[in-house]
């Protein structure tokens, strides 16, 4: 069972149909929303702020999500977000990816259907229109416009298809004999 500690009257939330990882870590005021998936090693921590995970997102393995005083995290439907990726008091829209070990600061607002590319570090504050590809450090929109949608649902579409086989216990036990 994952690690879910209740702080002063705020305590996490999970969605009907979702796949919570046991060694995940999910502190406070964490919403996650309906048929998502939080994977080995993830550490939610509201502990002074909200955070709030649409339906259908994806968060990976080593993922970190914190949130200063006054300043949310909030991610959007279908979001995935890429092994080892720092969020931090920011907003994702729709249907995005944040690469792997990226990192989206405070304030920033990712615009729907935009990609983050692996490595990349969206600056404070930094507002990425929708349908954007942001590469770089710091990072900066290379595309702009382009409609990535169907690429991002694509994503999103497969980690809902990986949870529903851990939800049906569809893998072998893992079993080692070191």
């Not at 500690?5 to 939330?13: A, C, F």
């Not at 304030?107 to 990609?115: F, H, L, R």
């Not at 990072?139 to 416009?145: A, F, I, P």
Request: glycine letters at 10%; proline letters at 4%; hydrophobic letters at 40%.
């Amino acid at each position: 069972m994952a690690q879910m500690q209740t702080l002063t009257n705020t305590e996490p939330s999970v969605g009907e149909n979702s796949y919570i990882h046991p060694t995940s870590v999910i502190i406070g005021g964490v919403t996650i929303g309906n048929n998502c998936s939080v994977w080995p090693h993830a550490v939610l921590r509201a502990d002074t702020e909200t955070i709030t995970i649409g339906d259908h997102s994806n968060i990976q393995d080593n993922v970190t999500i914190h949130a200063d005083p006054g300043l949310p995290v909030v991610l959007g439907e279908r979001v995935s977000v890429g092994h080892g990726a720092i969020v931090h008091s920011c907003v994702v829209h729709d249907s995005c990816i944040v690469g792997m070990n990226s990192t989206v600061l405070n304030g920033a607002v990712v615009g729907e259907g935009s990609i983050i590319g692996a490595g990349a570090v969206v600056k404070m504050n930094m507002q990425v229109p929708p349908g954007s590809l942001v590469i770089g450090v710091p990072g900066r929109v290379v595309k702009s416009g382009k409609d990535f949608t169907a690429m991002t649902n694509t994503n999103a579409l497969a980690y809902d298809h990986l949870r529903e086989k851990h939800l049906n216990n569809e893998f072998a036990t893992y079993n080692s004999k070191l």
